[in-house]
């Protein structure tokens, strides 16, 4: 590895994702131009960070709306959680696999986003950063194609943590809702990737605009599909609890 890749592999843009832990009304502002330039938001909505003021404000884009404008990051948190030790305790008590009781908890903490998240952030924090040569001549700036792979990495990684890579799985089959957003966020990503592959070395600022866009579609599909899957989980475990038959124990 390279000492340039060493450091790119240092900047984790996953952290530039941040979930409102209040929710933020815009026009309670007291300045009518401040009103016009901040966003509003809900409890629980997730933005991405672009740039940070030494007042506390951010400026970023909602993933739910795309809106971009300034917020107060102190209305905010970090998206993913690390909860290491309890990942521990759960591959000794599991054989390596997460109990179910756990898996809402997976869910929520985001952790299974963390891959996507990372490459994700990285395109869109910059994403004419690869200079294009022909000839000994600069003709401009394109995207990273290594940054889209990474989407493609992170959307695997989220499908195989979540034990839903295969349409065999038991929670793909016995859950329709699972099964459909599983197929929206594949359909997303398998659109992002064949435009990237159309827009492959272009400079023009408004295609690869659009391929931003679809990176905030599958980011939305994504997170979407992960909520309804820790929900799904834990409806799916009792349901098999409940069909198992009882175990009678004769003394």
């Not at 938001?41 to 933005?47: L, M, P, R, V």
């Not at 659009?210 to 409806?235: N, R």
């Amino acid at each position: 590895m390279t000492e340039a890749n060493e450091e790119e592999d240092a900047i984790d843009a996953s952290a530039l994702f941040v979930t409102a832990t209040y929710p933020f009304d815009a026009s309670s502002l007291e300045s009518d131009n401040d009103a016009a330039i901040c966003l509003s938001f809900s409890q629980g909505d997730i933005a991405f960070t672009y740039t940070l003021d030494e007042s506390g404000w951010g400026e970023v884009t909602l993933l739910n709306s795309l809106k971009r404008g300034w917020v107060p990051m102190n209305y905010f948190r970090p998206t993913l959680m690390d909860d290491d030790d309890d990942d521990e305790d759960e591959e000794e008590n599991n054989g390596g696999g997460p109990k179910p009781w756990s898996r809402k908890k997976l869910a929520d903490s985001r952790r299974p986003l963390k891959v996507l998240l990372r490459n994700a952030g990285r395109f869109l924090l910059d994403p004419q950063s690869k200079p294009l040569i022909k000839k000994e001549e600069l003709l401009g700036y394109t995207f990273d194609v290594n940054y889209i792979n990474g989407i493609t990495y992170g959307v695997r990684h989220l499908l195989k943590e979540t034990d839903c890579i295969s349409r065999s799985s038991i929670i793909v089959q016995k859950k329709p809702i699972v099964r459909k957003l599983r197929k929206k966020l594949l359909r997303d990503w398998s659109d992002l990737i064949f435009k990237a592959r159309d827009y492959l070395h272009t400079i023009d600022g408004t295609k690869i605009e659009y391929l931003q866009l679809m990176t905030y579609q599958v980011l939305h599909k994504s997170l979407t599909f992960l909520d309804v899957w820790g929900a799904e989980s834990v409806a799916l475990e009792a349901e098999l609890n409940k069909n198992r038959p009882a175990i009678f124990i004769i003394n």
